[in-house]
């Protein structure tokens, strides 16, 4: 069993930085693809990004790359979300979870472990 935390939400004016961090706990980091999902009010959850067991496999939807950057760091059993440029229909809350899959999955679906989610606001 996987516990995510996630941190490093908070308020940031349009067209601003903020990185999100989410520690695992519980199982073999670097045996677990990892995601970035977002929700915002009345809408459905959505990936942002998501890495493969090796850190150079990602995904990013069209919305964000070039924007959003994953990484991991197995040795700090943790993955960053990198988020510039924001705006503010990106507001959301931001949820990092897990999958066994080698590879990037982009399904929520695809992902068993969840964390609690961290509030992003971006003002204009």
């Known amino acids: 069993q996987v516990q995510l935390v996630e941190s490093g939400g908070g308020l940031v004016q349009a067209e601003g930085s903020l990185r999100l961090s989410c520690a695992a706990s519980?199982?073999?980091?670097?045996?677990?693809?990892m995601g970035w999902f977002r929700q915002a009010p009345g809408k459905e959850r959505e990936i942002v990004a998501a890495?493969?067991?090796?850190?150079?496999?990602?995904y990013y939807p069209v919305s964000v790359k070039g924007r959003f950057t994953i990484s991991r760091d197995n040795a700090k059993n943790t993955v960053y979300l990198q988020m510039n440029s924001l705006k503010p229909e990106e507001t959301a809350v931001y949820y990092c979870?897990?999958?066994?899959?080698?590879?990037?999955?982009?399904?929520?679906?695809?992902?068993?472990?969840w964390g609690q989610g961290t509030q992003v606001t971006v003002s204009s």
């Open positions: 519980g199982g073999t980091f670097s045996t677990y693809g």
């Open positions: 979870a897990a999958t066994r899959s080698k590879y990037p999955r982009v399904r929520s679906d695809d992902y068993a472990y």
């Open positions: 890495v493969g067991w090796s850190a150079g496999a990602t």
